[in-house]
């Protein structure tokens, strides 16, 4: 499982996180809730295997996060981190060939349809409305079945009918296993964490 | 995931990508056809200049533009993060740098016919005497750039004056291909200059330092 052991962070000589070091257990919901500037997306970006941390490492298994350990994982970030040039289902496609999906068109369309966007398959994302591209940046990152999903606002964007479905998509991915860690601003209703946690001088603290 | 597997996804990702928008190509030939043309102005009946400098002018215009399009290439990369969703795949970051100096220099290189054609009927050169060693240092020349530039690409993707440190760590960089392609387009066009081998070294050996040196570091650089 992922883990941080000793983890700090430092821009231009000022501290971001310090110290930190915290496991995640399989099939638990984390909520990270801090205000803005304290380090909550430099924390998930140093998770993901984005950014490097000043001091400490990340961890799979035990051993260095490598492109192993990334198969794992599952990263929904403030971006879509998709392709506006591609259609939904040509970005779907891509993904799940590089995280070796076995069928990745098969795999693609499932996911669209899990997404509302099958009738939007085949539009280039730049035409998607923000609602649409956040849907299809959650299927994107759970179309490898990752065992841990870091989330960044996961439900910004979407209206009460797309934060109820992925919150439902969240409940469901952690009823198999999976441990999801999601940076929301709002602690929306839709979606209840088991552990809440937030940041103080740049170290994570648990509030319940 | 096996690398090769990785490398294709990728490769079909930016081909498709061009083919649909085509904003490389667009953006590197329109801009190398118009400097081919000013410089066909400024220096005026070029078909009295020699070989190397017809050579260097070609090429000149060839890095120039070149630079612009990997703006408008890393431009959709970032526009929607699909970039860093790919650095999140569990490949080795080193596919990822060699799928796109594949296709950063297959644009270049299409671009690079185009302002080659525009070079013969603007600049007046002689024909080629050696067309295969004109061919060969379009294309090795295109694969040396598009590997420098995708190196130097990732090197300020980071920094917020990308736009002019990329041209400017670029041609540093890039001075050891730039003499060798100018050099083997010069002897193309004159045999009479002599043997070209140890351009012809200059420029593989520029390319075989391209495969190994982002092979080392590009995981590195990528890591913010």
């Not at chain 2, 590197?28 to 400098?53: C, K, M, N, Y």
């Not at chain 2, 050579?55 to 120039?64: A, P, R, T």
């Amino acid at each position: 499982m992922l883990a941080l052991e000793g983890v700090s962070k430092a821009f231009d000589l000022r501290p971001v996180l310090e110290e930190i070091d915290f496991t995640l257990a399989p099939g638990c919901r984390y909520l990270l809730s801090a205000p803005n500037g304290s380090g909550k997306t430099t924390l998930l970006r140093i998770m993901a295997g984005l950014s490097r941390p000043t001091r400490g490492r990340v961890l799979w298994n035990g051993a260095p996060l490598d492109p192993r350990g990334r198969r794992h994982i599952g990263v929904v970030l403030q971006q879509p981190m998709v392709y506006g040039d591609l259609t939904g289902e040509e970005n779907l496609r891509l993904f799940a060939g590089l995280y070796g999906v076995r069928d990745a068109r098969q795999a693609a369309r499932r996911w669209l349809e899990r997404a509302g966007l099958e009738d939007a398959g085949r539009t280039l994302v730049r035409h998607y409305s923000k609602g649409m591209r956040q849907r299809l940046a959650v299927a994107r990152a759970l179309i490898h079945e990752p065992a841990v999903l870091l989330l960044d606002e996961p439900l910004d964007g979407l209206d009460l009918e797309g934060r109820r479905s992925v919150a439902g998509w969240l409940d469901e991915t952690v009823s198999r296993g999976t441990a999801v860690f999601a940076v929301m601003h709002d602690t929306a209703s839709e979606w209840r964490p088991d552990v809440r946690l937030t940041l103080r001088w740049g170290r994570l603290v648990v509030v319940a | 995931m096996t690398g090769w597997r990785a490398f294709l996804h990728l490769l079909w990702r930016d081909v498709r990508i061009e083919a649909r928008r085509p904003q490389f190509f667009a953006a590197s030939a329109s801009f190398g056809v118009l400097l081919v043309f000013v410089t066909g102005i400024a220096l005026d009946a070029a078909e009295h200049l020699p070989a190397e400098w017809v050579s260097g002018v070609l090429w000149l215009d060839i890095f120039y533009a070149a630079t612009v399009g990997v703006h408008r290439h890393d431009f959709k990369d970032q526009e929607w993060g699909g970039g860093e969703g790919v650095l999140l795949a569990p490949v080795d970051r080193s596919m990822i740098f060699y799928a796109r100096w594949v296709s950063v220099s297959l644009f270049i290189a299409a671009s690079g016919l185009v302002m080659a054609a525009a070079w013969f009927l603007l600049l007046n050169p002689p024909p080629p005497a050696q067309p295969g060693l004109f061919a060969f240092a379009l294309g090795a020349g295109a694969l040396g750039l598009g590997g420098v530039a995708t190196f130097v690409a990732a090197l300020t993707a980071h920094t917020r004056l990308r736009d002019v440190l990329t041209p400017l760590l670029l041609f540093p960089l890039a001075i050891p291909l730039f003499i060798g392609v100018v050099r083997l387009t010069a002897y193309a066009l004159e045999p009479t200059l002599g043997h070209p081998r140890v351009w012809v070294a200059d420029v593989l050996g520029y390319i075989a330092a391209m495969l190994v040196v982002p092979w080392l570091v590009y995981e590195w650089v990528m890591e913010g």
